[in-house]
């Protein structure tokens, strides 16, 4: 797909809607992670790994659109696509993740403007590829002096052995990895679930 200058102007022209966005969750995910840190302590969590975040390049969200044979319009990015705007919080255990999940959906769900448009839980119900992580899909309220949105964002919360596996599936996506090379990924995912639990074992024990 070729995007003609006046597209990719109009497209430009709509970035700092999103990079508004962005800034809103990031202060929400940081009211969490404070609230999650002083839990932390009382209820045994871990430490978050690291808490990433982004705006989805013009080039994927160009093959999104061609992946369902829709045009590039700023209508169709608003209308189909919903991870324009992530975050991603990357815990130690899948105690944490609970936790930080929970949190989450009790925040947002506190916070006029901000609403929970979908939940995915790919952890106790994995893609067939092995693909493990926990969707959020938000709306997040941006307002400036005479406009108003709400943006559609996602926020991931995996594992660190979760985050490593995606890391390296996307990886062999992007390299067009053959087969066999798919398949033992997705035997490797029900590994690491396994060490996942281990992991919480190990420390339970200390």
Not at 22 to 51: F, G, H, P, R
Not at 96 to 125: C, P, S, W
Not at 126 to 150: A, C, I, L, M, W
Request: net charge neutral.
């Amino acid at each position: 797909m070729s995007l003609t200058k006046a597209e990719k102007t109009k497209w430009e022209s709509n970035l700092y809607i999103y990079n508004a966005a962005l800034e809103v969750l990031k202060t929400k995910i940081k009211l969490v992670k404070i609230e999650y840190d002083m839990l932390a302590v009382k209820n045994n969590y871990s430490e978050i790994q690291m808490i990433t975040d982004r705006i989805k390049s013009l080039e994927s969200i160009i093959g999104k659109l061609e992946k369902n044979n829709l045009e590039f319009t700023v209508q169709n990015i608003n209308d189909r696509i919903h991870d324009v705007v992530g975050c991603r919080i990357v815990c130690l255990t899948l105690d944490d993740v609970n936790a930080i999940v929970d949190l989450l959906r009790r925040t947002i769900n506190r916070t006029e403007g901000f609403k929970i448009d979908k939940e995915k839980d790919y952890i106790n119900n994995p893609k067939e590829n092995g693909y493990q992580s926990y969707h959020f899909r938000v709306s997040v309220p941006v307002t400036f002096s005479d406009e108003k949105y709400n943006v559609p964002c996602e926020i991931q919360v995996r594992t660190l052995l979760i985050h490593a596996w995606a890391e390296l599936h996307h990886l062999c996506y992007k390299e067009n990895a053959v087969g066999p090379v798919k398949s033992q990924f997705a035997a490797l995912a029900s590994n690491i679930e396994a060490t996942d639990q281990l992991v919480i074992l190990t420390k339970n024990k200390r």
